[in-house]
Structures are given as structure tokens and as C-alpha cells.
């Protein structure tokens, strides 16, 4: 059974950071990349970023236009985790972060088949 358990949101004031954390059972996140995934009430869930692994040639990740710069996804494969780690947080980044893993990478949220439970991030201006 596949399992994804997100930690690290909370309320942060503007122009500060927080890094998410993604832990992952069941599914080794070598082999299945993982996406970092936003959504506000009422509108779609939107990509952030991913990360996939080649032993040939690593990490391979992939931002959304509006993060990139500011976020960096990165991975532990010893212990299974993902982390976000988020930058320069404005209020449009408040919304419930979600981890999730796939069969192959994109930004495409129908494509991710197991997801966590969202940890929530308030950004106050």
C-alpha cells in the first residue's frame, strides 16, 4: 500500500520560506517520480514542481513558471522523501500542498496516481 505523508506547512509571513516534506511507503521515489501539486477552495489543482531519478544522470526536476526561481523540490532517496523547499513566499502561494506520485513525469495531476493528504500554507502580507 502506497502512502505519501506531507509535513512542513504553516503560516509564514511574506518574503519568508518553508520547506515542505513529503514521505513516501509503499513506493520507492527512485523508480516513481513525485510532483508537489497546489490547490485553492474552489479552483483546480495546479502544478508546482517534480523531481525524477536516472541513474544516469540524477535528479531531473521540472517548476511551474510562477515558483521557478523561488522553489526548489530535491529528494532523499535513502529516506524516501521529498522536500520542497519554498522561498520568496508571497500571498498567492497560500493554498493546501499536496504530494503525489506517478508513473511518469509531467505536470498533469490526472497522471498521479497516489496522493497525500495536503498540508496547508498561509502566507500573510
Known amino acids: 500500500q502506497v502512502q505519501l505523508v506531507e509535513s512542513g506547512g504553516g503560516l509564514v509571513q511574506a518574503g519568508g520560506s518553508l520547506r515542505l516534506s513529503c514521505a513516501a511507503s509503499?513506493?520507492?521515489?527512485?523508480?516513481?517520480?513525485m510532483g508537489w501539486f497546489r490547490q485553492a477552495p474552489g479552483k483546480e489543482r495546479e502544478f508546482v514542481a517534480a523531481?525524477?531519478?536516472?541513474?544516469?544522470?540524477?535528479?531531473?526536476?521540472y517548476y511551474a513558471d510562477s515558483v521557478k526561481g523561488r522553489f526548489t523540490i530535491s529528494g532523499d532517496i535513502a529516506k524516501n522523501t521529498v522536500y520542497l523547499q519554498m522561498n520568496s513566499l508571497n500571498a498567492e502561494d497560500t493554498d493546501v500542498y499536496y504530494c503525489a506520485s506517478t508513473k511518469v513525469v509531467g505536470s498533469d495531476p490526472s497522471r498521479y496516481r497516489y496522493w497525500g493528504q495536503g498540508t496547508q500554507v498561509t502566507v500573510a502580507s
Open positions: 509503499g513506493r520507492t521515489f527512485r523508480n516513481y517520480p
Open positions: 523531481i525524477s531519478w536516472s541513474g544516469w544522470t540524477g535528479y531531473s526536476t
